[in-house]
């Protein structure tokens, strides 16, 4: 079965950017969804079809999926950034497959 | 503004069936979409469970197609969740969400989820 990988833990600065990824084999052929999670709360997607955001989700929040490899960026990073970041693959095949999440922690 | 809400049992026995239910409100199930369950277990990451369309429609994850059967009553606006021989390692916060059907559009309303933890 088809899997995703996340790096367990991000530290970043305010103001600064930060840069999650997901690695996953042939990646780049499949659709990327992220969600940001808050602890008690439910995910909220944040980036969907690999570089689009919804409505409401601030422009400091960026996707990029190539090769083998999908990140999330977060430009100027806030307080209010530190969260649990999954990622999500999508093909016709492999339908929804997530990552282990990422613990984003701002300092 | 749609919303989703989970309910069912709280606690169910090891080999009993988990059954779940979501009631959707702010949004028609028959005018689109796919409706789907997702899971976590406590402190852990998410799991796709399974999701149907408004026609019936179903997809599974390969790993828990054996157990789960997931259905809709669009008279009711509504869609429910049934794994069945439960372990403890079923035991998780189930969420129901509402699912793009745009390929790869993701998971855009999620209900508040709910705790089910499988113990005797």
């Known amino acids: 079965s088809y899997e995703v990988t996340q790096s367990p833990s991000v530290s970043v600065s305010p103001g600064q950017t930060a840069s999650i990824t997901c690695s996953g084999d042939k990646l780049g052929d499949k659709y990327v969804c992220w969600y940001q999670q808050k602890p008690g709360q439910s995910p909220v997607l944040v980036i969907y079809?690999?570089?689009k955001r919804p409505s409401g989700i601030p422009e400091r929040f960026s996707g990029s999926n190539s090769g083998n490899t999908a990140t999330l960026t977060i430009s100027g990073t806030q307080a209010m950034d530190e969260a649990d970041y999954y990622c999500q693959a999508w093909d016709s095949t492999t339908a929804f497959v997530f990552g282990g999440g990422t613990k984003l922690t701002v300092l | 503004q749609v919303q989703l809400q989970e309910s069912g049992p709280g606690l169910v026995k090891p080999s009993e069936t988990l059954s779940l239910t979501c009631a959707v409100s702010?949004?028609?199930?028959?005018?689109?979409?796919?409706w789907g369950w997702i899971r976590q277990p406590p402190g852990k990451g998410l799991e796709w469970i399974g999701s149907?369309?408004?026609?019936?429609?179903?997809y599974y994850n390969p790993s828990l197609k054996s157990r789960v059967t997931i259905s809709i009553d669009t008279s009711n606006n509504q869609f429910s969740l049934k794994l069945t021989s439960v372990t403890a390692t079923d035991t998780a916060i189930y969420y129901c969400?509402?699912?793009?059907?745009?390929?790869?559009?993701?998971?855009?309303?999620w209900g508040q989820g709910t705790l089910v933890t499988v113990s005797s």
């Open positions: 149907i369309y408004y026609t019936g429609n179903t």
């Open positions: 702010g949004y028609s199930i028959s005018s689109g979409y796919y």
């Open positions: 969400a509402r699912v793009s059907t745009t390929g790869g559009g993701g998971v855009d309303y």
């Open positions: 079809q690999d570089t």
